[in-house]
């Protein structure tokens, strides 16, 4: 389910999704309580962009028993260590943490943290394209689509 384009409001992502998703991408809404408790079953989770999501907000995701693939670029707020909770799901195998809010030495004790199991900013690019305005608005990901 891709909800990446839409501004929830605390409690309404709840009404929104049902236990059988398994797949949810996701921006601009923080309220991972309702998310974990709703989908538990979730296999893949992309929060990119969600400015409100912090290190509690990671402890919370570690519920995600089934989890294999997290994506939390641009998600400012969370500090490197809190990262290291997600050792505690024993599916991941793959986070994005691309945007520039981790630098190289905390990218490693995140990666040394999480050991070899779990490829870290794997995925240049993310599954879903964001659309751009003005004179890029011919280019995905700074990559021209149409001459």
């Known amino acids: 389910m891709d909800l990446s384009n839409k501004r929830l409001e605390a409690g309404e992502l709840g009404k929104v999704i049902s236990k059988q998703v398994i797949i949810l991408r996701l921006s601009r809404s923080g309220d991972v309580t309702d998310l974990v408790s709703k989908c538990s079953r979730l296999r893949e989770l992309d929060l990119s962009d969600c400015t409100s999501i912090t290190g509690e907000s990671v402890r919370q995701i ?4 089934e989890l294999n693939f997290l994506a939390l670029s641009r998600c400012y707020l969370i500090p490197y260590k809190a990262l290291l909770y997600l050792r505690k799901v024993y599916s991941l195998s793959y986070l994005d943490i691309h945007g520039g809010y981790i630098d190289t030495e905390e990218l490693k004790v995140v990666q040394d943290g999480l050991g070899a199991k779990v490829q870290i900013n794997k995925f240049k690019f993310s599954s879903v394209a964001r659309p751009t305005v ?4 011919s280019s995905i990901w700074n990559m021209r689509v149409r001459d």
Request: proline share 0%; no cysteine; net charge positive.
């Open 62 to 65: 570690t519920m995600l028993e």
């Open 134 to 137: 003005g004179l890029k608005r």
